[in-house]
T-cell receptor
Framework: GAGVSQSPSNKVTEKGKDVELRCDPI?????LYWYRQSLGQGLEFLIY????????KSGLPSDRFSAERTGGSVSTLTIQRTQQEDSAVYLC?????????????FGEGSRLTVL | GNSVTQMEGPVTLSEEAFLTINCTYT??????LFWYVQYPGEGLQLLLK?????DKGSNKGFEATYRKETTSFHLEKGSVQVSDSAVYFC???????????FGTGTKLQVIP
């Protein structure tokens, strides 16, 4: 597609349920990133993919969070047994080659609300 | 570790006023510096960047100069418009890949 696509755009769930958030990056972009944006906070890095591998998972806040990327394209972020503190906007970004001087292209985010 | 500190908002300006949003950073090595902007209802997008000391990034009338001596990358615009109302994020990257560190964002509101 023309840009980074994320779904769902909004998700309301009950505490304890599992959720999956999907990211479809720009075609041909090898690098993919997940960030979390909470109210009044900056963007918190979660995980980075280069191709299908994740060389840096250091930002995942707990073992309830996991992510995968298949075919060097679509990525899914899964949150198990959601907690209220997981409520945030989850942003996905992609870049052409992952070089540190380059531009990140962001999706519009998935807003997660845990009741 | 790396960190970015930017002025808290919201910042409210009248149209045609001069804008400065301060940004300072802490980083190892020689980071690349960025300003991203998030317009209402849209995703973040790159506004400008500078990849080495004394470089000036510019776009859409906005400018920022990479000042290594003061570890700063302040965003400026000479005459803001209502359409500039958005949240502005300062960011840096000093890694071998794009683990970009973002500031908390500064909301700008421009009133006619």
């Amino acid at each position: 597609g023309a840009g980074v696509s994320q779904s769902p755009s909004n998700k309301v769930t009950e505490k304890g349920k599992d959720v999956e958030l999907r990211c479809d990056p720009i075609s041909g972009h090898t690098a993919l990133y997940w960030y979390r944006q909470s109210l009044g906070q900056g963007l918190e890095f979660l995980i980075y993919f280069q191709g299908n591998s994740a060389p840096d998972k250091s930002g995942l806040p707990s073992d309830r969070f996991s992510a995968e990327r298949t075919g060097g394209s679509v990525s899914t972020l899964t949150i198990q047994r959601t907690q209220q503190e997981d409520s945030a906007v989850y942003l996905c970004a992609s870049s052409l080659d992952g070089l540190y001087t380059g531009e990140l292209f962001f999706g519009e985010g998935s807003r997660l609300t845990v009741l | 570790g790396n960190s970015v500190t930017q002025m808290e908002g919201p910042v409210t300006l009248s149209e045609e006023a001069f804008l400065t949003i301060n940004c300072t950073y802490t980083a190892t090595g020689y980071p690349s510096l960025f300003w991203y902007v998030q317009y209402p209802g849209e995703g973040l997008q790159l506004l400008l960047k500078a990849t080495k000391a004394d470089d000036k990034g510019s776009n859409k009338g906005f400018e920022a100069t990479y000042r290594k001596e003061t570890t700063s990358f302040h965003l400026e615009k000479g005459s803001v418009q209502v359409s500039d109302s958005a949240v502005y994020f300062c960011a840096l990257n000093s890694g071998g890949y794009q683990k970009v560190t973002f500031g908390t964002g500064t909301k700008l509101q421009v009133i006619p």
